[in-house]
């Protein structure tokens, strides 16, 4: 298979993750309709379980894999990648074996005592299986992402979540009558098989890649030390990536504890604590998250491409890669955040019915620009083998975001805003101990006249499109507000992409080699 260019994977990627996302969300009005309320708790409660199985059981790894592999197949030694993915493989499946050996054993208890309902038992017997197979899964995915061929990890992820919305109404149509407990395990098991055509899918791909076979008995085991190499620097990157997700874990179990006493502390009554909350959380953050897979993508091409310099040494080509990546985050997170801000009002009463909480994404949607900014820096430090340096930065910045609420929120002239406040003040630090970590390592300059292009060309384009919003609003009320908004914000696009087209920020030949959009941008912009 070719390697792919970081933009051209990055692309791949973002469909994916584009395509899944509409899929997950299809699922999730079918689970609505035939499981109710009742059996998506079910499921609800042990889907934070597989995730900390899979976390537990590949301990980073898929992100080490694609950096050592990335920079083996720079130099190629074709033997490391092999001693890679053993190794690998042995650690994932002794791991796995023990925590499917713990679930079994310890599911009784669990579900009695840490699920709050007995009758999940059955839906996390049924989660069980993913624990091996996501664990293989996760091997070969970061295989291929250190291959920089993003194709198989694309078409696995969309063939995942067609499997899993079609075997969901199928399998809890069967168990309904059961129970609900069944039909809960039934949508749980729809996962489980879903990861498994997955891998089946991985496994073919990789056979398919390997035009010799791929043989263990060719690897000469004698040479202990060299192995020992190879798993200590797969633990490098990989404990330190496992101990940002558990900060993450921790982080957000403390806020909700920290924000509602904090809250209470400024006089906020119970009820108005618990409709605050669930604006912040349930109305606005998933908006400002909603582009966030932009951010998945580039940081899982980004990680091989910058590893595969690194072992060159070649700085350069480090920088050159790093301002593509911030380029592609801002071209998407510029105009995201813009839009978010002027519709703020639109959005919040459209979609939620709930324009009490616009001024809370007017705060907040801002500040996140820089979240953009966050998913490349970090994945140079990974590249580079600074994982460990990643993590302090994100430790400092959640620990402060947690320290700063309870002054902020217990201010009774803030509230909820000042929740907010500390979330943003997390963000910014975040992003500037990322970058000054880059600098030091790289010296890395920004590549400022593009992103003034980029910052000016959104700038236009909200002046531009909200105008043309308040001129339908006032002269074509008829149409109704769900229409008007859908009309601004794709005229407010369109008017952004012409801009980068003007600008030169969008080239032909950078795109012309992805499909359909290459097509599209050599007719708005020639030569």
Known sequence: MKKQSLVKGAFVLTVAAFISKMLVFSNSI?????????GIGLKKMVMPFMGLMMTLTTIGLPVAISRLVAEADAQG???????????????TGSLSILAVFLS???????ARYFLTDPRSYNSFMAMIPIIPIGAVSGVLKGYFRGRQTMNPIAFAQVLEQIVRVCLTYVLVQQLIPLGIEYAAAGAVFSSVLGEACSLIFFIVMFKISHHRKFRVSGLRWSHAREAKKVLSELLQTGLPTTGNGFVMSVSRAMQPIVITKSLAMAGVSTALITRQYGMLTGFVMPLVFLPGFINQSLGATLVPAISEANAKNNLHLINRRLNQAVGVALIVGVPSTILLYIYAHELMSVIYHAPAAAPLLKLIAP??????LQSPLQSVLVGMGYAKRAMINNILAKCTTVALIYPLASNPSLGIKGVILAICIG???????????????????????TIIKILGAGM??????????????????????????LTGILVSV??????????????????????????????????
């Open 30 to 38: 079918v689970l609505s309709r035939v499981l109710g309320p009742e």
């Open 77 to 91: 030694n074709r033997e490391k990648v092999k001693k890679i993915l053993i190794i690998s493989l042995v650690i």
């Open 104 to 110: 079994v054993f310890g599911g009784k208890v669990l």
């Open 367 to 372: 500040f996140f620009l820089l979240n953009y």
């Open 427 to 449: 963000v910014i630090l975040e992003t500037i101990l990322h970058y000054f970590a880059v600098l030091k390592l790289t010296d890395y300059a920004l590549d400022t006249p």
């Open 460 to 485: 236009a384009m909200g002046c531009i499109g909200r105008a043309f919003f308040i001129y339908l609003n006032d002269s074509l009320p008829q149409l109704g507000g769900t229409l008007i908004l």
């Open 494 to 527: 369109i008017v952004y992409l012409l801009l980068l087209g003007l600008l030169k920020v969008i080239r032909r030949h950078n795109i012309i080699k992805i499909p359909l959009i290459g097509r599209v941008l050599y007719v708005l912009f020639p030569k």
